[in-house]
């Protein structure tokens, strides 16, 4: 069974500084996707980031970017220039491609706090 | 509606009763998910739907959770003879057909005293 794993319950960043979320997995397949959803306190999940495992770019959304390693099953999530308004709760999740299992598996998620 | 939609937002119940949450997807998506956050943990996957039927119902705890899906709409979560580990968010997503991406609802904070 896939598993995930985000080791770091909290983190802190300054504001307009770098942050790097972890987020490691396991899976003996080939082709699946991975995720990483913010959640403020209204409890809304959104989406920030996606990426496919069968591409090898790294995906990028404006502030948001990941390390997609492959080999080594992580998928850490990088923030730049960090804005008050990214505090919240990050959630890692995979996804099988296999035919009959589309339910995400979660991380425990990491909390952020973002210092002014 | 423009996203998916939860409704109670909060829920406060006694042990022993039945509640019911409910959940609107957003339009023309024809899958549905339900998920469970306690506290401290993160999202536990319950039961999945296509159109009406469940083939996937593998997440949910015991026989006193069940959920029915009419129309390939509406999704209705049903806890009975609740418990205090019942106590948790209850959080419904959408997606179109079998897409990717899941879209979720602001979830159901249920307390049971």
């Known amino acids: 069974a896939q598993t995930v794993t985000q080791s770091q319950p909290e983190m802190s960043v300054q504001e307009a500084e770098t942050v790097t979320l972890s987020c490691t997995y396991d899976?003996?397949?080939?082709?699946?996707?991975l995720f990483w959803y913010k959640q403020p306190p209204s409890r809304q999940m959104i989406l920030v980031i996606r990426?496919?495992?069968?591409?090898?770019q790294n995906a990028t959304e404006n502030r948001f970017s990941v390390n997609f390693q492959k080999a080594a099953k992580s998928f850490s999530l990088k923030i730049s220039d960090s804005q008050l308004g990214d505090a919240a709760m990050y959630f890692c999740?995979?996804?099988?491609?296999?035919?009959?299992?589309?339910?995400?598996?979660f991380g425990t998620g990491t909390r952020l706090k973002v210092l002014a | 509606g423009a996203g998916v939609s939860q409704s109670p937002s909060n829920k406060v119940t006694e042990k022993g009763k039945d509640v019911e949450l409910r959940c609107d997807p957003i339009?023309?998506?024809?899958?549905l998910y339900w998920y469970r956050q306690s506290l401290g943990q993160g999202l536990e996957f319950l039961i999945y739907?296509?159109?009406?039927?469940?083939?996937?119902k593998s997440g949910l705890p015991s026989d006193r959770f069940s959920a029915e899906r009419t129309g390939g709409s509406v999704s209705t979560l049903t806890i009975q003879r609740t418990q205090q580990e019942d106590s948790a968010v209850y959080l419904c997503?959408?997606?179109?057909?079998?897409?990717?991406?899941?879209?979720f609802g602001p979830g159901t904070r249920l307390t049971v005293l």
């Open positions: 899976t003996s397949e080939s082709d699946y996707y």
């Open positions: 339009s023309g998506h024809t899958a």
């Open positions: 997503a959408s997606s179109l057909g079998l897409g990717v991406t899941q879209y």
């Open positions: 999740a995979y996804r099988s491609s296999t035919s009959g299992t589309y339910k995400y598996i």
């Open positions: 990426q496919e495992a069968y591409k090898q």
């Open positions: 739907f296509q159109g009406n039927s469940a083939p996937d």
